[in-house]
């Protein structure tokens, strides 16, 4: 299972989201920090969900991140999130 499905997958399973984007924007980051050949080390996530209903923006981050669990918070170098209700 690739790394975009694993990420989907989580996110999903967690917070039944109404909207769910995920990708890989590692090769934006060729050169930098973290970047490693073939990708899966920069991710940007855009996710709706009523589950977030309330909470903080830092809340709402640590839940994403709680969700996705330290085997896959381990293996990426960056991850953006765009959360929203």
Partial sequence: MSMSDRISSRLEEAFA?????????????RGHAGY????????????????????TRIARHR???????????GQIHALSLDISE
Avoid: K, T, Y
């Fill in 17 to 29: 989201p109404h909207r769910l984007e995920v990708e890989d924007q590692s090769e934006m980051h």
């Fill in 36 to 55: 490693q050949e073939g990708g899966e080390s920069h991710w940007h996530v855009v996710i709706a969900s009523s589950a977030f209903a309330g909470q």
């Fill in 63 to 73: 839940a994403v991140h709680a969700a996705l669990g330290p085997d896959i918070m």
